[in-house]
Nanobody, 115 residues
Framework: QVQLVESGGGLVQPGGSLRLSCAAS????????MGWYRQAPGKQRELVAH???????NYADSVKGRFTISRDNAKNTVYLQMNSLKPEDTAVYYC?????????WGQGTQVTVSS
């Protein structure tokens, strides 16, 4: 089993920044891709960004140039730096990790962008 704990969500004004963290624990050997998804009220969960164990990244078009995903393999932690936040970025953000053929999820952290 892999446990994922997110932190760093909150309320921010449009144009502001937040940094999300997700720490993995438990059976963390062989974790490959880690990433962030988000789900806004009434919408499906969508990929925000993911990063492989080798550092290759992929972003949703809606966040390219504003969000940066990074990973510290020594700390088993993945980060999401979110800049130039917009009201449409408001959602619950979930951390995701793939270990072998199983995907694990964190409990989610709320990000609200509002003036």
């Amino acid at each position: 089993q892999v446990q994922l704990v997110e932190s760093g969500g909150g309320l921010v004004q449009p144009g502001g920044s937040l940094r999300l963290s997700c720490a993995a624990s438990g059976s963390i050997g062989s974790i490959s891709t880690m990433g962030w998804y988000r789900q806004a009220p009434g919408k499906q969960r969508e990929l925000v960004a993911h990063i492989t164990s080798g550092g290759s990244t992929n972003y949703a078009d809606s966040v390219k140039g504003r969000f940066t995903i990074s990973r510290d393999n020594a700390k088993n932690t993945v980060y999401l730096q979110m800049n130039s936040l917009k009201p449409e970025d408001t959602a619950v953000y979930y951390c995701n990790a793939q270990r072998l053929i199983i995907f694990y999820w964190g409990q989610g952290t709320q990000v609200t962008v509002s003036s």
